[in-house]
């Protein structure tokens, strides 16, 4: 049986509405999605490996991250603890990344020693061009699951995060 | 001679077409005050006796409307001072602090005004919980209450971030980075919310979007049914005026009107103006029983109301001139203070944040709690409005609030650096 002219034209109007509806919120969801990287992003070259030697941890201020080096490894590391996005300071003392928010505590490959983070430090992935370190910005690499520590240095005697603010 | 020129204005053509009540002492007079006013009709003619007593509701729903109406008028001040980009907003708020007359206690006003109305919003909560105002008929208006909840806390988090020092970028940081532990789309979501994977410009311009404007329409939609479904509803206190039966409410119109109330015609005509569609049937039927019971609203609750607003303002500007609201060195976001506290009615989660897994401590657990929040008016089934005539509901309630409010003190007051127990008579590490 066909539909009578007030059925139709009641269907017409809940799929009309619909389709504004999806319509609206695909609008939204297009003009509130970030930009991209206007920043610029890609890749990132620093000196040359041997200015970051074992155990040590360098900042880099344009990409925000560390260099470390930890077991011959290089590692380039966010500085944003992968927890709640609080900046982790590198705790020379005792040679671990230890997080002033909630006391998350990296090693300095970034994996996840102790504290409430769900995973080790995020990362970028890093290669060697030209004589030079190159990190590769443009993609994060999520940090290792918690439990996997490959590159454990031992620690250092002291620790910061005591310390008087 | 100055009374005979009021008294001869009073007369005019003009100032009978603006006021068009007469203002003799008549019943009648003070019934059209409020009836014939489109402010305050949002009061019905007559409210229960009851009412006039502080300890009925303690005013918060009132105080907290006045502190909205306080915030409203600061905050545009403050807009026209403040530019929400991230080179202007903290030298912005510098020039407002010290070059812009008055700008400080402005500003000083409006944050503690803010704070205050997250707890004025909070204990208007617990007070009608306590009172079992959510019960039946009122059970939407409960759940409207706590969206009006959220929407006061989401302008609070929002505006925490405007003055762009580290104070509020930390705090917002922590805040934020909790809603990409939302299952799924979590990550898209602080996205959007952020403009971007950190806080930058987006998010600056977003929050303030948020902050002036789109809660604003929010905020106003929501009060204005909340408002009106308690003018319609009637007021909870004079639901007690009538033997309470499970699940009876509202009663059935016309046919039932009571007889007492059809015995006295006069009464029976306005019973039968209230269920032409102004109030329920059950609580203009609460009315016609006892009506020594009620007063006039003018001039008895307006006074009231007038006190309360008064004494409102007279707290946050005295507030104001007392404290400073804080304003830190500029946002860095290469250097997190040590702590980075969330603002303080979100810093219990993250209290619960360092004991558990940041999707059960700072997703599952409020998103069940607000949940259950919003459910209970359906969820509680049970009549009674006494506090003594329903423990169960009672004591989990008062332990969850307990709990929270223990979080909170706990994260606020004795947590320092590296969220390591601290006493705060030895450091003191909140900043509000």
Redesign the interface.
């Given at each position: 049986m066909s539909p009578t002219r007030r059925e139709a034209l009641k269907t017409s109007w809940m799929i009309g509405s619909g389709l504004l509806a999806g319509a609206a919120a695909w609008t939204t969801?297009e003009a509130?999605?970030?930009?991209a990287?206007v920043e610029g992003g890609g890749a990132l070259p620093l000196l040359p490996p041997e200015a970051y030697p074992e155990g040590s941890a360098t900042f880099v201020?344009t990409g925000?991250l560390y260099v470390t080096r930890a077991k011959g490894e290089l590692f380039a590391i966010s500085?944003?603890c992968p927890?709640?996005?609080?900046?982790?300071?590198y705790c020379a003392a005792s040679g671990r990344f230890?997080?002033?928010?909630?006391?998350s505590v990296y090693n300095l490959a970034g994996e996840h020693i102790s504290g409430?983070a769900?995973r080790g430090m995020d990362g970028y992935r890093v290669q060697i061009e030209n004589g030079r370190v190159v990190v590769d910005v443009s993609a994060?690499v999520e940090g290792a699951p918690l439990g996997e520590r490959r590159f454990d240095t031992p620690a250092g005697p002291g620790e910061c995060?005591?310390?008087?603010? | 001679m100055i009374d005979s020129l009021v008294a001869r204005a009073q007369r005019s053509t003009l100032y009978r077409s603006i006021f068009r009540t007469p203002r003799d002492d008549s019943p009648t007079a003070r019934a059209l005050t409020a009836f014939g006013n489109v402010f305050l009709h949002v009061y019905p003619v007559r409210v229960p006796r009851k009412l006039l007593a502080v300890r009925s509701t303690w005013r918060l729903g009132s105080i907290s409307a006045v502190l909205y109406a306080i915030l409203l008028v600061t905050g545009v001040y403050l807009m026209f001072f403040y530019t929400p980009a991230v080179t202007m907003a903290y030298g912005d708020m510098q020039r407002l602090q010290t070059a812009v007359g008055f700008g400080q206690l402005i500003r000083n006003v409006h944050r503690w005004s803010a704070h205050l109305m997250v707890l004025a919003v909070a204990l208007h909560l617990v007070r009608v919980f306590w009172d079992g105002a959510y019960k039946a008929p009122r059970q939407f208006n409960w759940v409207i209450g706590v969206a009006l909840f959220v929407v006061t806390l989401a302008y609070s988090f929002t505006g925490y971030l405007l003055p762009w020092d580290q104070l509020a970028y930390?705090a917002v940081?922590?805040g934020?980075?909790?809603v990409h532990?939302v299952p799924v789309a979590g990550g898209w979501l602080r996205?959007?919310l952020?403009?971007?994977?950190?806080i930058g410009q987006?998010a600056l311009l977003?929050f303030y979007v948020l902050h002036v404007m789109v809660l604003t329409a929010v905020f106003f939609l929501l009060m204005a049914v909340h408002t009106w479904r308690v003018r319609k509803d009637g007021l909870s206190i004079g639901d007690r005026l009538v033997p309470l039966t499970p699940h009876t409410l509202p009663v059935p119109p016309a046919p039932n009107v009571p007889t007492v109330a059809r015995a006295n015609s006069a009464r029976a005509e306005s019973v039968r103006v209230r269920q032409m569609g102004v109030v329920h049937a059950a609580s203009a039927e609460a009315h016609a029983r006892l009506p020594d019971d009620e007063v006039f609203t003018s001039p008895h609750m307006l006074v009231r109301h007038q006190v309360v607003a008064l004494l409102t303002t007279a707290v946050v500007i005295v507030m104001g001139v007392l404290f400073d609201a804080p304003l830190r060195d500029h946002a860095n976001?290469?250097?997190?203070?040590?702590?980075?506290k969330a603002p303080w009615y979100f810093v219990g989660i993250?209290e619960l944040?360092?004991?558990?897994?940041?999707?059960v401590a700072?997703v599952l657990a409020p998103g069940a709690l607000l949940f259950l929040l919003a459910a209970l008016p359906y969820v509680d089934r049970n009549p009674a409005r006494l506090p003594s005539a329903r423990p169960l509901a009672m004591s989990l309630f008062m332990t969850l609030a307990l709990v929270a409010v223990t979080l909170t003190v706990i994260g606020a007051l004795f947590r320092?650096?590296?969220?390591?127990f601290v006493l705060p008579w030895e450091?003191w590490y909140f900043e509000p």
């Open positions: 969801m509130l999605a970030p930009l990287n201020r925000r500085q944003k927890h709640l996005g609080c900046r982790v300071p230890e997080c002033p928010c909630h006391g409430p769900p994060v995060r005591d310390a008087d603010a | 930390w940081t922590v934020s980075d909790l532990y996205n959007v952020l403009g971007g994977a950190t987006s977003r976001p290469n250097l997190t203070p040590e702590p980075a993250q944040l360092a004991h558990f897994d940041p999707l700072g320092g650096p590296g969220w390591a450091h």
